[in-house]
């Protein structure tokens, strides 16, 4: 069995953020490392027919709260974003980029994009902040803004999209363990119990 | 203010019957009552748009596996009812019933007829079922049976109900403390750490 989380998000997710934070510990805790694949909802809301709880009825004013209350409960910084839900399929082209070419960068890259868009008031769609937390990390940011564009990185993103709908992920964040398939932030502790029942 | 918890919670919801086991102990850990609200999530899904997860596409398939995994991961006997969703307007008219008639025994009920549809295989639409269990409990079961066709009862559900969405609750289970509002069995851990918060 590979020891590893398959970690399955969307960069406009808001629990998707809070679980990019905690991911690693979580991972470290049960002995295993992460994978990152930034996905898109898009694709998988048509198939399940849902949309954006922010804009659904009575579940939309709750969740703009829950999301602020979930962030500080867990001491993430967090400030709702002007503009919200947004289109985020260059910030995951970007991050397959380094998963080619800095490997190492990926978690650190996805967690720094989520701070720029849900804490620090910055548009992520803009290819110039993905190419300055790029260059910052130490990576090349021309290089990064020609793979936007790249035919291979389109197509590995769709695969990976594909792949994950047939695995059954539906939703951000997403994690598979094995196969086994937990949905939601709030599945940090089920993981947890059920890593100790696999133990036992 | 008032120490209390309002739990709102459809008898046909998983996650509110695992949230009804633990919501007294809850409850007592941040010093207050449980106010037992049943309702209806028809009439919210209305409003929301929603359905019932275990009818999606997708989701489906992995809400049902993860509420078996959830009972489990907390210790609450559970087997998926063969038929589900159903409807518990007389459940729900059967414990405000009860409200009124025995208010000690609304918590003790609730659990029970949870568990009768949710691990004993029963189902709780049958006026019979309902009827034992308020037997058993000490109550009068033939005067439970004609509660559930009075209009004073079948008001107070309504009532009840829009009262509800008046305040936001949209699904099961829901709680609200000081109308700050909880919605999921998996909100309980965000509530210790809100209380903690607001003690601060």
New interface residues.
């Given amino acids: 069995m590979s020891k590893t989380i398959d970690f399955y998000y969307d960069y406009s997710s808001p629990y998707g953020y809070l679980a990019s934070m905690y991911i690693e510990q979580l991972a470290s805790d049960i002995g295993r490392t992460v994978n990152w694949y930034p996905v898109l909802l898009g694709p ?1 809301f048509k ?5 954006p709880p922010a804009n ?4 939309g ?2 969740s703009v ?2 999301f602020a ?2 962030a ?3 001491d993430v910084p967090y400030q709702h974003p002007a503009e919200f839900p947004i289109a985020t399929v260059a910030a995951a082209r970007a991050t397959i980029f380094l998963r080619h070419k800095h490997p190492e960068l990926v978690g650190e890259f996805t967690k720094q994009t989520y701070a720029q868009f849900f804490a620090h008031g910055k548009d992520i769609r803009d290819v110039a902040v993905l190419a300055a937390l790029a260059k910052d990390l130490g990576a090349d940011p021309e290089e990064m803004q020609q793979a936007l564009a790249d035919q291979k990185i389109k197509d590995e993103l769709k695969q990976d999209i594909d792949q994950a ?1 047939d695995r ?4 951000s964040p997403f994690m598979l363990i094995d196969n086994e ?1 937990f ?2 932030f ?2 940090f ?2 993981i947890r ?2 890593v100790k ?1 696999q133990n036992k």
Same sequence: chains 1, 2.
């Fill in positions: 998988m198939i399940t027919g849902s949309r659904t009825a009575l579940k004013k709750y709260h829950d209350r979930s500080e409960l867990f709908i059954g992920v539906f939703g398939a949905w939601g709030d599945r502790e089920h119990r059920w029942k």
